[in-house]
């Protein structure tokens, strides 16, 4: 009797992975349903702007590793936030294998707010975005 699982898939040439189309349920911001389907770069711009409204590690419907976790930026120096923030928001946006990275990231301090701009990088094209976090 054999310890280990038969099996009769040959391994030995390689694995080839294949992308998976990025179709998704295109969510419609005014009335808050979902209407009809989306890809390519709208499904990525859907899911950039998804992961930058949900909180990390906060809600259990999304995996750990979804969204920005936005905790501890509160009362911080502006300068620390924005540093700060760029990463977090590249290590986010980054768990979707669409996305190949943030460039062009710039912010502005007003008061009490930290207004960010970015260029998000996809496999799609490049989209720009904008962040806001309340630092007081």
């Known amino acids: 009797m ?4 038969q099996s009769a898939v040959n391994l030995g040439n390689g ?17 808050g349903r979902i209407q009809g389907e989306i890809t390519g770069i709208d499904a990525v711009k859907q899911a950039v702007d998804i992961i930058l409204n949900v909180e990390r ?3 259990q419907i999304y995996k750990p590793y979804s969204g ?8 911080q120096d502006p300068g620390y936030v924005a540093s700060e923030l760029q990463r977090r928001i590249a290590e986010a946006l980054t768990m979707d294998d669409r996305v190949r990275g943030i ?3 710039s912010y502005t301090a007003s008061g009490n ?14 989209t720009q975005t904008t ?3 309340n630092v007081a």
């Open 131 to 133: 962040v806001e976090v």
């Open 2 to 5: 054999a310890t280990l699982p």
């Open 57 to 59: 590690f906060r809600w």
């Open 68 to 75: 920005v976790r936005w905790a501890g930026l509160l009362g």
């Open 113 to 126: 707010a930290l207004s960010a701009s970015f260029t998000v990088n996809t496999v799609y094209g490049e």
């Open 103 to 105: 460039s062009d990231f």
């Open 15 to 31: 694995v080839a992975f294949v992308q998976q189309p990025s179709l998704t349920w295109r969510v419609n911001q005014e009335t």
